[in-house]
T-cell receptor, first 116, second 115 residues
Framework: DVKVTQSSRYLVKRTGEKVFLECVQDMDHENMFWYRQDPGLGLRLIYFSYDVKMKEKGDIPEGYSVSREKKERFSLILESASTNQTSMYLC???????????????FGQGTRLTVV | DQQVKQNSPSLSVQEGRISILNCDYTNSMFDYFLWYKKYPAEGPTFLISISSIKDKNEDGRFTVFLNKSAKHLSLHIVPSQPGDSAVYFCAASPRVAGNNRKLIWGLGTSLAVNP
């Protein structure tokens, strides 16, 4: 079974703190993603990476950065946490089939971040 | 502008009956569609997918129908069970070159299956 593991289920941080959310996948997937989910807004893509050291901005990258130094690990960084970054953060990974088609993304269990 | 739309935020059905969740899309470049299920405080889990070259895909109680001319897909759950109560997300993937494809998500439909 594919496993995507996020380092924390729940986090509480103070405004202005630098926050690291870690994600590890064990299936050698090329693609990794960070989303946030808020009520009524669905899943919004923050950043994604299709290879080591490669990253692309998603729909809402402001206030976030990412790091992918190893294929299995994708980190989301909140440079200076703010209360409007209180949310559920979801990491996902997927691979590309031999024909170049996208495959389904596998998600971690989520991190509920509260910024106070 | 939402490229993938789930126009019903919620749906309530009786146990044993059929649940039909709908999804509309606007981008004709989408060629792969997926449905995910999400329980509260958990990550989404993949349910079923369909390629644009097909019009139907079935997996147990779950069937996805694709109508390309109408740019519409639907997920049928038969029979519905209380454990199916969750938020269902529709997602689509565009036909692009390279290996950096990403999914475009709908806002979700909350399904409640009543015993």
């Amino acid at each position: 079974d594919v496993k995507v593991t996020q380092s924390s289920r729940y986090l509480v941080k103070r405004t202005g703190e630098k926050v690291f959310l870690e994600c590890v996948q064990d299936m050698d997937h090329e693609n990794m993603f960070w989303y946030r989910q808020d009520p009524g807004l669905g899943l919004r893509l923050i950043y994604f990476s299709y290879d080591v050291k490669m990253k692309e901005k998603g729909d809402i990258p402001e206030g976030y950065s990412v790091s992918r130094e190893k294929k299995e690990r994708f980190s989301l960084i909140l440079e200076s946490a703010s209360t409007n970054q209180t949310s559920m953060y979801l990491c996902a990974s997927s691979f590309i089939s031999g024909t170049g088609s996208v495959t389904e993304a596998f998600f971690g269990q989520g991190t509920r971040l509260t910024v106070v | 502008d939402q490229q993938v739309k789930q126009n019903s935020p919620s749906l309530s059905v009786q146990e044993g009956r059929i649940s039909i969740l709908n999804c509309d899309y606007t981008n004709s470049m989408f060629d792969y569609f997926l449905w995910y299920k999400k329980y509260p405080a958990e990550g989404p889990t993949f349910l079923i997918s369909i390629s644009s070259i097909k019009d139907k895909n079935e997996d147990g109680r779950f069937t996805v129908f694709l109508n390309k001319s109408a740019k519409h897909l639907s997920l049928h759950i038969v029979p519905s069970q209380p454990g199916d109560s969750a938020v269902y997300f529709c997602a689509a993937s565009p036909r692009v070159a390279g290996n950096n494809r990403k999914l475009i998500w709908g806002l979700g439909t909350s399904l409640a299956v009543n015993p």
